[in-house]
């Protein structure tokens, strides 16, 4: 029985470790297509609109 627990515990850290390591890989891929679009057009960045002013900013390395 002991086993059966460690086995299933190994069995949910691998998924949570998967999903976590998807979830950073599509950020990080976002992130790299979007610095190539901003080289092939010569942006110096993105613009988003802030909802609350209604002005658009350049887009936080973070976003």
């Given at each position: ?20 390591f998807v979830k950073e890989a599509k950020r990080v891929s ?34």
């Amino acid at each position: 029985m002991p086993q059966l627990l460690f086995f299933a515990a190994v069995a949910a850290v691998g998924v949570l470790g998967y999903r976590a390591f998807v979830k950073e890989a599509k950020r990080v891929s976002e992130r790299v297509r979007r610095a190539e679009k901003e080289q092939e057009t010569g942006a110096m960045g993105t613009l988003v609109k802030d909802e609350k002013t209604g002005e658009y900013r350049v887009m936080r390395p973070d976003e």
